[in-house]
C-alpha cells in the first residue's frame, strides 16, 4: 500500500469502529487533511479551496493539531498565510519562520478610534513620519494611560510590532492594567458556560478572527482581500482607509454590545 493512501484507509477504519480520531490525535490523518488542502489550494479556484478550508478548519475548540502545518501551504504567499494564522487563532510562537518575519515587519500605519462625546477615527501614517520625534513618547502615554480603556485585538501581537518600530515601548510600560484584548476577552467567555450563553446564545462561532467576531457581534463584513493589501504602499487607496477606519471603530461597537450582553 502506498504512503498517500494511508489516511484514507485509517479514516475509514476509525469510521467503522467509531473512533473519535479528533480526540486521540491521529497525526497519519491529520497529514491527510494538509494534503488534501494543499492538493485543492494549487488546483482549485481561491472560492473552492477557501470553502473547503473552513469546513474542516472551523471552530475554536475542533481539536485539529496540525493548523500550524497547515499555514506551511503558504510559503510563497506569507501574506495569505497571515491572514489564515490570524483565522485559525495561532499562537505566534507556533508560526513558521515566513510568518513570523512578516509580523516582524515595521508598523506603517496606526488606527485609533475614540469614544468622547462622539465617536472620532484616526489614521496616523507612521510610515511618513520620523520615529524620534518627542510627540511620539506622548502619544503612547495617552494610548495607555489609566484613564480610559484601551481596545485591542490581538495586543499581544500588536504590540510587539509596536516594540519594533518603537524599541522605547518595551521599557515604558511593564503593565497594561487599562488593556482589553478583544481576542482574550471572547476566549474566556467560550471557557465560561454562563457568560457563553449570554453572549452567543446558540450562535456558533466560526473562529476568532476579529472578521468572524465582528459579523457574529455588527453584521459587518471585513474584507479579507484589503487585509492583505500592501500597506505599506503610498499613496493609501479610499478602500483601504474605509477598512482602516472601520476596522478600528468595529472594536469599540463589538465590546460595547458583549458587555450589554453580559449586564443582561
Not at 35 to 46: A, G, H, M, P, V
Not at 115 to 125: K, N, P, S
Not at 163 to 180: D, E, N, Q, R
Amino acid at each position: 500500500m502506498a504512503a498517500d493512501d494511508l489516511p484514507n484507509l485509517i479514516k475509514k477504519e476509525v469510521q467503522k469502529f467509531s473512533i473519535n480520531i479528533i480526540r486521540r490525535g491521529f497525526y497519519v490523518y491529520y497529514y491527510g487533511i494538509v494534503d488534501e488542502l494543499n492538493q485543492l489550494y494549487i488546483s482549485e479556484s481561491r472560492e473552492v479551496f477557501e470553502q473547503r478550508a473552513r469546513d474542516v478548519l472551523k471552530g475554536p475548540d475542533n481539536g485539529f493539531s496540525y493548523k500550524s502545518k497547515f499555514i506551511d501551504i503558504f510559503a510563497n504567499d506569507p501574506q495569505y498565510g497571515l491572514y489564515w494564522a490570524k483565522f485559525l487563532n495561532i499562537k505566534r510562537a507556533k508560526l513558521p519562520d515566513f510568518v513570523q518575519e512578516l509580523i516582524e515587519k515595521p508598523v506603517v500605519l496606526i488606527q485609533v478610534a475614540v469614544e468622547f462625546l462622539q465617536r472620532w477615527i484616526a489614521l496616523i501614517d507612521v510610515q511618513a513620519l520620523p520615529k524620534d520625534l518627542p510627540e511620539w513618547k506622548k502619544f503612547f502615554e495617552h494610548l495607555f494611560g489609566n484613564t480610559t480603556d484601551s481596545v485591542w485585538f490581538a495586543f499581544e501581537t500588536d504590540f510587539a510590532c509596536l516594540c519594533k518600530t518603537f524599541p522605547f515601548l518595551s521599557s515604558m510600560f511593564s503593565y497594561y492594567a487599562k488593556v482589553i484584548c478583544l481576542k482574550k476577552f471572547v476566549e474566556e467567555i467560550l471557557q465560561n458556560p454562563k457568560a457563553k450563553e449570554a453572549v452567543f446564545a446558540n450562535q456558533k462561532l466560526e473562529s476568532l478572527s476579529l472578521a468572524h467576531i465582528a459579523e457574529t457581534f455588527t453584521g459587518i463584513s471585513l474584507k479579507k482581500e484589503l487585509q492583505q493589501s500592501d500597506w505599506a504602499k503610498r499613496p493609501l487607496t479610499d478602500e483601504q482607509k474605509l477598512y482602516a477606519a472601520t476596522d478600528a471603530a468595529i472594536l469599540l461597537e463589538i465590546v460595547e454590545k458583549i458587555e450589554e450582553l453580559l449586564r443582561k
